[in-house]
């Protein structure tokens, strides 16, 4: 289906790059050796369409749809973790997975989601072990009973909001297990979907009751070395469409109140508006965020990441004022009308070539040409940037990285598909 590139073209186009680059003061090598140092969290909800393992008698609640039905879905954990490292075997560099937890394994054993425990996620522990994989884990407020009209941390009903509560209490403590276990920091986040379908006569109330909430949640104290806490905002979602209580100003405080990560997710604002200028605002008051990378089509639909000038502008953001170290990076669609292998496969690839064309930009350049007031010079140059040969540096990555150039890995997701996915029906 694509060619698979040649090594001698692939090494001799490089060169010329290197070449190229070095003219605009830019170390090509450098640049491939920071992005190696960069881990992805893969979300596994992509390979089930956000199914998970419980098979609670109610769906509902939040919102969440992947549409589509293409065949091949991971069915059980097993065979999500064959997909998820089919996925990973075709990407450069060392990455994470990030967890929901409706992933748990129970051994058929009912364990509702506020009595969840660190052994029921065991079964991702050692596969990451094995796989050299950090993890990040998140709290499943949604698909559930007790959230069937839609309200969670923020519900009226005391009994209700308690459930949640230890349900997040309980998802920090297995989040500071695998980070302990794994000997990296795993990054839970808190979203819920609680919100209006119309418009609401009193909007405090919930988001009172969901402060108190939060601040029991996080109540216990937990080391930063094996858990960081994450809270994520939305403008809206399928039906809270007039109001949410987690909206993007009630978190950004409540994150900068109580040094919590602010998580910014690309789809969860409004069409017209990127998170990529609000970064170097909300560095200026937090040590560190999460960003969930997603591509929003007229609403907050979730497309697979694709190498689009919105993912550039964030990428850039990060690179250009030394955030890497700041900056946890997640991706979060999921789309069931195609391969989910490869949709896992070219999100991927493309946050990581964005960061790579950031990574090959002479930013000083870039920042003494708009302190000078040249902006003329400043806007040529980000054109001429453009156009640079930032595909054969990535080549090079990938085959020095032993994944394949160009269009070749979808020759491996075809095979596996046949050889693998078709099976399951």
Not at 1 to 21: C, G, R, S, T
Not at 248 to 253: I, P, W
Request: overall charge negative; hydrophobic content about 40%; charged content about 25%.
């Amino acid at each position: 289906m694509f060619p698979h590139a040649d090594e001698a073209l692939i090494e001799q186009a490089y060169f010329n790059a290197q070449e190229v680059y070095a003219q605009y003061g830019v170390d090509t090598a450098k640049a491939l050796e920071r992005l190696a140092a960069i881990p992805v969290s893969l979300h596994c909800w992509q390979g089930d369409d956000v199914g998970g393992f419980e098979h609670v008698e109610s769906a509902s609640g939040g919102g969440i749809q992947a549409t589509g039905n293409y065949p091949g879905r991971a069915r059980t954990p097993d065979e999500l973790r064959q997909d998820a490292e089919k996925a990973l075997s075709l990407i450069p560099g060392k990455h994470r997975l990030n967890l929901h937890a409706m992933y748990a394994e129970t051994g058929g054993t009912k364990v509702d989601r506020n009595e969840l425990q660190p052994e029921h996620f065991q079964g991702w522990i050692d596969w990451a072990k094995a796989n050299g994989l950090g993890m990040d884990f998140n709290p499943t407020c949604f698909a559930h009973p007790m959230a069937d009209d839609g309200f969670t941390l923020s519900h009226r009903d005391d009994g209700i909001r308690r459930f949640w509560i230890e349900h997040c209490i309980a998802c920090r403590t297995i989040g500071a297990h695998i980070g302990q276990e794994l000997g990296t920091p795993c990054v839970t986040n808190v979203w819920i979907p609680d919100g209006f379908k119309d418009i609401p006569a009193d909007r405090f109330t919930p988001r009172a009751l969901l402060k108190e909430s939060l601040d029991t949640v996080f109540g216990l104290p937990i080391p930063t070395e094996h858990n960081l806490d994450a809270v994520e905002s939305k403008l809206f979602g399928i039906g809270s469409e007039s109001y949410v209580v987690g909206s993007h100003e009630f978190y950004m405080g409540y994150a900068i109140k109580n040094n919590k990560l602010l998580c910014l997710d690309a789809g969860h604002f409004h069409p017209t508006e990127g998170i990529a200028d609000k970064i170097s605002s909300v560095m200026l008051y937090l040590d560190q965020i999460l960003l969930h990378v997603s591509r929003g089509v007229r609403w907050d639909s979730d497309h697979v990441v694709v190498l689009s000038d919105d993912l550039r502008a964030i990428a850039e953001e990060i690179v250009r004022h030394g955030f890497l170290d700041r900056v946890h990076i997640g991706l979060d669609f999921f789309d069931a009308s195609i391969n989910r292998v490869a949709a896992w496969v070219t999100g991927t690839r493309a946050m990581l070539k964005g960061l790579l064309i950031a990574m090959l930009e002479p930013s000083a350049k870039l920042v003494e040409l708009e302190a000078e007031g040249d902006y003329t010079a400043r806007l040529a140059l980000l054109e001429e940037l453009k156009t640079l040969p930032y595909g054969a540096v990535w080549n090079y990555y990938c085959r020095k990285s032993e994944v394949p150039a160009g269009g070749a890995w979808l020759n491996a997701v075809k095979q596996y598909e046949k050889d693998v996915l078709a099976a399951r029906g």
